[in-house]
């Protein structure tokens, strides 16, 4: 069992930067491979990063790339979403999520995950 626990969101001015953090429990942390997704009103919620359990590997949709970084501190059980150069249209509720994986395994689709936490709401202003 994991449970997970985001924070870090707020208000940020387009251009600027918040970083994300994603606590979890649970003494097994490193054998779970983790994702970040963002949801906005009436849309599906979509995959943003993913890290693999040693940190090693990372995958990020194509949009994100060069602007977000995920990284994981497995001695903490935190996962982290450094979000640069922010834009109005990356607004939306920020959530992270695990999943028991293999070695250098990541994956990017919601039902894949079986545990999530609350969320955390970003909103960038124009």
């Known amino acids: 069992q994991v449970q997970l626990v985001e924070s870090g969101g707020g208000l940020v001015q387009a251009g600027g930067s918040l970083r994300l953090s994603c606590a979890a429990s649970g003494r097994t942390f490193s054998s779970y491979c983790v994702g970040w997704f963002r949801q906005t009103p009436g849309k599906e919620r979509e995959f943003v990063a993913g890290?693999?359990?040693?940190?090693?590997?990372?995958y990020y949709l194509h949009s994100m790339k060069g602007r977000f970084t995920i990284s994981r501190d497995n001695a903490k059980n935190t996962v982290y979403l450094q979000m640069d150069n922010l834009k109005p249209e990356d607004t939306a509720v920020y959530y992270c999520?695990?999943?028991?994986?293999?070695?250098?395994?990541?994956?990017?689709?919601?039902?894949?995950?079986?545990?999530w936490g609350q969320g955390t709401q970003v909103t960038v202003s124009s």
């Open positions: 999520a695990a999943r028991y994986a293999a070695i250098g395994e990541i994956r990017a689709v919601v039902s894949e995950y079986g545990y």
């Open positions: 890290i693999s359990r040693s940190g090693t590997n990372t």
